[in-house]
């Protein structure tokens, strides 16, 4: 990242109170020179749309893009769509929701910059205003408080508190109707900021994230399954491909309310191996939030430290399957995990 910081891309020596937070355009353009380095070919523009198989194998994945569809043949596939979207085309079985079938809420995110820090009151200051304009009609969002964090500017503020809930993130006529409920509240939470919070005033919208940001959905399932027990124990797996630090952090699918419990600082349970290879497909493996959880534990491990670290666990395991030219379930999870240390990662 040095060299992004040189040219400007990500500030150093911000002080931020209450978070640490990434660079993103130097993020992103520091992974999309790793990629290109790497030798890996990028297809922008394009957007999965189905799978061939022959037998138990994927033998072709098909995308549509702006130039129609395309196919592209794969000894091994890794799906990273945080949907499961190509395990579900594949015929994987796989979980969705909780145990009425809801997946936790939709949030779309959004900054505001112009506002004056050294005059917001504190965070449970503005979410007790907050409630009193939901009792007031002024603003129609299930959620209980108003959740916020810093960023590098100095007048702009990261809100991470719409919610939007029973709504299917698989559908697209679903997520076109969640993003529109989740503008909608922006603009109430918009509205109520500037009446009636100091220092947002004059607050303006500085941006609003491309699409709205999807909790959970599918779950496909794995040769190993963990339930929250994983959580409760710090469970420890010889094979382990992750660690997760993050709490159980379920957002009430059905309306308000939020269960959040934590692990200590230095306390952490583990995902193993089996978790993020699914048996239906012999060539295909996890690398995104739809791993083989239950719901409650999926509330823990789908934030991004986990997943970027599952995700480079499904990298390294279709690698050496390739190489050893066998399926991932005959891969030894011990020897992925060794091969994870090798290359840097904390397990």
Known sequence: MRTYRSEGFAPSGVKR????????????????DMLLEAGVKLFYHHTFFDV???????????????????????????DSTGDGDVAAKAGCDFEFGN?????????????????????????????????RAKEEGRINCPREDVLFFGDFDSDVVHFNTTRVIKHDATN????????IIARK????????????IPGYEHAEIHSVATQIGVRESRRILGLEYLTVDAFDRRARFADAVARVNYPVDIHNPSGTGTIIRHLGPEEFYEIPYGCIVPPAVKNLLIGCRAISVDHALHSSM????????IG?????????????ECRPAELSGVEVRANLKKAGARL
Do not use: H
């Not at 893009?65 to 091994?76: T, V």
């Not at 279709?318 to 190489?323: E, K, T």
């Open 52 to 78: 061939i198989k022959q037998g138990e194998r994927i033998s072709t994945v098909v995308f549509s893009g702006k130039s129609g569809l395309s196919a592209i043949r794969a000894k091994m596939v890794v």
């Open 99 to 131: 145990e009425d079938g809801f997946c936790q809420p939709m949030t779309l995110c959004f900054k505001l910059s112009n506002v004056d820090k050294s005059r917001t009151p504190p965070r449970g200051e503005i979410s007790a205003a907050y409630n």
């Open 17 to 32: 109170a209450d978070d640490r937070n990434i660079p993103r355009y130097g993020a992103m353009l520091a992974v999309e």
């Open 172 to 179: 697209a006529e679903e997520l076109s109707d969640a993003e």
């Open 185 to 196: 509240q922006l603009r109430e939470y918009l509205a109520f900021l500037r009446a009636s």
């Open 302 to 309: 789908r934030v991004m430290p986990p997943v970027c670290s």
């Open 312 to 324: 480079q666990a499904a990298g390294m395991a279709a690698a050496m399957s390739i190489r050893k």
